[in-house]
């Protein structure tokens, strides 16, 4: 054995220095051949023998050599520029595999529109052979009223790319009735009429807490999470407020698919030559027409990542001013387009909310920070008791009633200077103690949700305890609950130090729920 491993000891010292010398050659010829200083000396050896001619050629052979070095340095970058092109990186495979699964789904879309229509031109033969044998305009108009259709708005839905959105226009330009409004009611009214009209009207019940908690929020952001348990009225409370507005909420079923805007928005067909309309697109430019507040609700939010789908709209409505809030249609505009979509852009109107459901379950994709801070949730973890509830007729209020109330309520009701100091001194130890912070939307939306609430009957410690269990005390649960855990008892006596003894019960409530858990 001792010789066989001297045998090929020898053979891979042998492979191993021949390939050293094969790189060593191969180095020193590259570096050779741009060894300028060697041609210089071999020219100054000969330059005394050259004549005119020599010179000459001597100059052509360099400018040869040289375009013939530059073009072998231009064909192994080009070698090496597609050799690199054609090596993907592992994300960009999974990328395209994607994609490609995005556009087989678009294919059968495709292929059900195909379907729908060969299956209506079906239906529609005898119509239409009857239709053949009229020979004047007159004549067509006639038998379309004998279908109960008006002529002009037939040929219109038939032209335009927008159908629903362009009944839309229909409606409210030739039939809608704006009702009688009551701008003389005030937010704590409101709170308890709405819970008497879902009482009384839908058997639906509330405690009035959340319904504060419900109605305050408007005043401070325009997203709003429901979350909890099912059964607890998590969609139903939108859905109720809609009617008790006599504005019903659009309620949009999110789907385990959804993965961009287009599922929100919807999308152009190029084989209809129609734009696949939305309830949630519909909403949004049916709220160009009138006062009333509108819900549009995205029922089981996080069935699918909220962060695909709904990243647009967290943006525009992040958008300072109301006039940049818009989202983008269509490319370019056509000339029967819907009369409310400008340079093909939709505005976001300040009279629309969008209030999300969430169940926190294992069928479901956790929602980011990103999504949370733009919103306030609201926990319903109950159902309220039944109660006996005089009957309550529809509200109709103007939104520019509703916000005018908002301000008016932040200007009556700021929150105290007091308390904001306190809640700097809350902040520093949040910081201090679980490296958080509240950051400036978050008070922001503090500071105008407060006075909100207390405008809804509500007290003013008791909305700041909301808002600091439901947009900071939730960050705890990104921590690791051990480390929570060692922390929550210091954290509850500084609120009692703080705040005072017996108060803040939403807080401890859940401080006192994560030591549990941890």
């Not at 999470?225 to 939108?238: A, E, N, R, V, Y």
């Amino acid at each position: 054995m001792e010789a066989f491993f001297r045998f090929f000891y020898d053979i891979i010292s042998s492979i191993g220095d021949n390939l050293y010398n094969v790189i060593k050659a191969i180095i020193k010829g590259v570096i050779g051949i741009f060894d300028f200083s060697y041609y210089k000396g071999l020219l100054e050896s000969y330059q005394p023998n050259f004549g005119v001619g020599g010179w000459i050629f001597a100059i052509l052979a360099f400018l040869l050599l040289a375009i013939l070095v530059f073009f072998v340095v231009f064909l192994l970058l080009k070698a090496g520029k597609r050799i690199a092109t054609f090596r993907l990186p592992l994300k960009e495979n999974e990328r395209m595999k994607d994609e490609l699964l995005r556009l087989n789904q678009e294919m059968l879309k495709l292929n059900y529109e195909k379907d729908k229509i060969l299956a209506m031109k079906v239906s529609s033969m005898g119509m239409n052979v009857q239709k053949e044998l009229l020979t004047t305009d007159q004549d067509i108009d006639m038998a379309a009223a004998q279908d109960g259709i008006a002529s002009t708005n037939s040929v219109n839905l038939e032209k335009t790319r927008f159908t629903r959105l362009t009944e839309v226009d229909q409606y409210y330009l030739t039939q809608y009735q704006p009702p009688v409004y009551d701008d003389d009611i005030n937010l704590e009214d409101i709170c308890k009429q709405f819970r008497n009209y879902a009482a009384s009207q839908l058997n639906l019940y509330y405690d009035l807490s959340d319904i504060k908690y419900f109605i305050a929020s408007f005043g401070a952001t325009r997203t709003i999470i429901l979350q909890g348990i099912s059964g607890t009225g998590k969609t139903s409370l939108p859905y109720a407020f809609g009617k008790f507005i006599d504005n019903s909420s659009a309620i949009c079923a999110v789907q385990p698919s959804w993965r961009d805007r287009t599922e929100l928005f919807g999308y152009f067909n190029e084989f209809t030559k129609k734009y696949n309309e939305t309830d949630f697109l519909k909403a949004l430019y049916e709220a160009n027409f009138y006062q009333d507040m509108r819900l549009i609700v995205l029922d089981e939010m996080n069935i699918a990542r909220v962060e695909y789908y709904f990243a647009e709209m967290l943006s525009v409505l992040e958008m300072p001013r109301l006039d940049e809030q818009k989202v983008n249609i269509v490319p370019s505009m056509w000339d029967n387009d819907p009369q409310k979509i400008v340079d093909g852009k939709i505005a976001i109107m300040p009279n629309i909310w969008f209030v999300g459901t969430i169940n926190n379950d294992d069928s479901t994709f956790a929602v980011s920070d990103k999504v949370y801070d733009r919103a306030i949730p609201i926990d319903l973890d109950k159902k309220a008791l039944p109660f006996d509830a005089p009957q309550t007729d529809v509200l109709h209020v103007t939104y520019e009633h509703i916000a005018a109330m908002f301000d008016d309520a932040k200007k009556k009701y700021p929150v105290s200077q007091d308390l904001i100091d306190k809640l700097n001194l809350m902040d520093q130890y949040v910081i201090k103690h679980f490296r958080l912070a509240f950051g400036n939307r978050i008070m922001k939306q503090l500071l105008d949700f407060v006075p909100c609430y207390i405008a809804c009957g509500g007290e003013e410690l008791d909305g700041i305890d909301f808002m600091i269990a439901k947009k900071i005390l939730r960050k705890f649960e990104s921590l690791n609950l051990g480390f929570v855990r060692d922390e929550v008892d210091g954290l509850v006596r500084f609120l009692d130090s703080t705040f005072g003894e017996n108060t803040m019960p939403i807080c401890k409530e859940y401080l006192l729920r994560l030591k549990k858990l941890s």
